[in-house]
């Protein structure tokens, strides 16, 4: 893991919200932070859902730290914060949005006990910045407004990113591609109808691929790529929250019988 330089924005720190033996890791995308997965966050674990959301190496500080990070450190980020999860819960789930799905996936595929995974658009087949992948020059791309339907939203994201890194997302994407199959835990993937970052065609080919007979696809019809801020969010945390709880209903209904003794 690169060493960052710059402080973490205010805002943009990992969280962390205590509550049952079932846990939920959420990991934000590219570019991200852990405040577009916050709303999502807190709504699980109004549910009781013990859930942490982790902020990668180089997100969320400054640009020149993610120009010195690597997808291999973005994997270990969302890896241990699953296992530190798996010490305090009796059942973990992941849910990843964009990059973040790529590096669910990688996880799953390592750990093939993940209870289940929740894929938000994520990023493995395309992704609109392979346009820059034969470039050199410039350094850093600017970025636009994020790609959210719902008006005056805001993103805590870097205003531009570095070529390297679109590189390592790039590298990330290729290597999960390969290992999609490699899944067996539950997956529902989360599929946006327009999505101006991720062609739909990224959800289609995990939905194709993943070694599991646990499968669903959900279209999100007034979100765009970033769903996790934008009009369905209530919508995909329900599904969440209906999915795990039918996945656990065992852990669910023991743990109630405890409180109650």
């Not at 990843?96 to 799953?108: F, K």
Request: hydrophobic share 40%.
């Amino acid at each position: 893991m690169s060493i960052e330089l710059h402080p973490v924005i205010d805002g943009a720190e990992s969280q962390f919200f205590k509550g049952s033996k079932i846990g939920v890791v959420l990991c934000h995308g590219f570019n991200g932070t852990p405040q577009s997965m916050q709303s999502i966050g807190e709504q699980l674990a109004e549910y009781g859902f013990t859930v942490s959301i982790p902020r990668l190496n180089g997100h969320g500080t400054h640009y020149l730290d993610m120009e010195s990070s690597s997808y291999k450190s973005w994997i270990s980020d969302l890896e241990e914060a699953y296992n530190d999860l798996k010490q305090q819960c009796e059942r973990v789930f992941i849910v990843g949005q964009s990059m973040g799905g790529a590096l669910t996936l990688q996880v799953a595929a390592k750990n093939p006990e993940v209870d289940g995974i929740f894929l938000i658009n994520a990023a493995v087949t395309d992704v609109s910045y392979k346009e820059f992948c034969n470039k050199v020059t410039p350094l850093f791309v600017h970025e636009g407004s994020p790609d959210i339907k719902k008006p005056s939203v805001f993103e805590i994201a870097y205003d531009k990113v570095p070529i390297k890194a679109i590189h390592q997302l790039l590298h990330l994407m290729e290597d999960t591609k390969n290992k999609v199959s490699h899944v067996s835990s539950p997956t529902v993937i989360f599929k946006s109808v327009i999505d101006h970052v991720v062609p739909p065609a990224n959800s289609e080919y995990i939905y194709s691929q993943v070694n599991t007979i646990d499968k669903k696809m959900i279209t999100l019809q007034n979100s765009y790529h970033v769903a996790s801020m934008d009009n369905d969010a209530p919508f995909i945390v329900d599904n969440i929250y209906q999915h795990i709880k039918k996945l656990t209903a065992n852990t669910i209904t023991q743990s109630v019988v405890t409180r109650l003794a």
